[in-house]
């Protein structure tokens, strides 16, 4: 188990990351890169959410483990 806690953070903060990304590109907030065909789409703001809500419950259980 010691093992598996640094890594559960690891992905739960490069999933919130990107969640944040889809969400600021979903919401025209973010114009990177040019031509993605998120951008301006708020069904990926959506997906966002769901992506860095599930980020940040793999960082509380990582937190977790002992």
Known sequence: MP??????????????????????QGLGYV???????MLGRAVWADYGTGLAVFGLLLILLGRRLR
């Open 3 to 24: 093992r598996l806690r640094p890594v559960l953070i690891a992905i739960g903060a490069l999933c919130a990351l990107m969640g944040a990304l889809w969400i600021a």
């Open 31 to 37: 114009d990177w890169p040019r031509s993605s065909f």
